[in-house]
């Protein structure tokens, strides 16, 4: 089976919808399937797939994606793949997969967050003039037309978000839960990192460490954690640390906690190579997004035994019990209801129940049962389209 994948750049660092992508790529092609992926980043391919750069550099950063979209369609046609799987909106697509969930519902949330009807109203009037999204919109209504491609969502809160914005489902709408590869470390490796990233960043033996993997800190809820953490402080809560890696600027939300008065307990790390190491440290991992259409980090977090407070906007937040593998709460910005939760978890006892019920959820969210689930996906379409599937290794 030939399997074309479309992604406009694969720089990792970029978030997770990338990481994703080339964790797939590289497991589909491990099941014997000829992969190819278009990308406008510049790439060396790997032995196992073949990785395709469609420049665009002469072209304004606005219709950029535009541009990519537009050179790949060419190329693609020029070729016979059985699967176009497309991460950013194509209609030539078999499948898209909208990994960083739907560009309309990016739209709203973003809106959301504003913190007045005043500064939402001018959010959405500025959004409408802003020509990349624009196009972004216009391809994403073209791949929803009913004779459109097949939509894979990465959790049934994107797949909501597919009928509540298009009115699609049935058949044609496919939830393919998100996946992640996590290598565990054993029980010695665990304890040396939580050791060391303990001592390096000043952090007590006893404090309850709090971790919060972001690289938009705006997006994934900051702001709202720094003032949970304050209201338990000035409670007395004085034991509590938080750690906050991602390459995103820390200046604003350092003013933010130096006005709160806890500069003292909160760290911005910065970007890291060693996050596993961090997950190890922890007690809890913290993420009150605004809007995820799968965090990649609460699913490798729930993989390594350490729960999770996190939001109803968080796709991811569907394989959890509340109050069993950690917390779900309605909304970030439900202050005093962050701060009960992280109050809860103060709780040795219940922490460490919480920690063996993520760690069980492990295997269940492995990017291998995503691939796994994809393939038969890609089976059932060609079969619709009377071709015979092909077998590919398991």
Known sequence: MRVAII??????????????????????????LDVTLFTSSRAISPPDLQIVTVPVTATPRPLKTGRFLSKTAARIADDSFDIVHAITPIPIADV????????????????????????????????????KQRTLLDLEDRVMRPDGPAIACVSNYVARQVHEHYGLEGD???????????????????????????????VPADAMLLLCVAHNFKLKGVNPLLH????LSAAGSHDLRLLIVGRDDPGPMAEVARKLNIADVVTFVGPTERVAAFYHAADVCVHPTYYDPCSRVVLEALSRGVPCITTLHNGASEVMLDGVHGF?????????????????MRDSALTLRMSAAAASLGPKLTMTRHV??????????????????????R
């Open 228 to 231: 949970a953490v304050a209201r």
């Open 372 to 393: 796994d689930e994809m393939i038969e996906f890609y089976d059932q379409i060609m079969a619709s389209r009377s071709r015979t599937p092909v077998a590919v290794a």
């Open 7 to 32: 992604i406009e750049r694969i720089e990792t660092w970029r978030g997770g919808a990338e990481t994703s992508t080339l964790e797939f790529a590289h497991l589909l092609a491990g099941r014997g």
């Open 172 to 202: 044609r709408v496919r939830v393919v839960f998100n996946g992640v590869q996590v290598a565990l470390a054993t029980p010695e490796e665990r304890a040396a990192d939580r050791r060391d990233i303990r001592e390096r960043y000043r």
């Open 328 to 344: 779900v709460i309605p909304n970030p910005d439900e202050i005093q209801v962050l701060a009960d939760r992280i109050h809860r």
């Open 96 to 131: 898209y997969q909208p990994r960083g969930g739907l560009i309309r519902e990016t739209v709203d949330r973003n809106v959301a967050m504003r913190p007045n009807q005043a500064r939402r109203t001018l959010k959405r009037i500025l959004a409408a003039f802003n020509i």
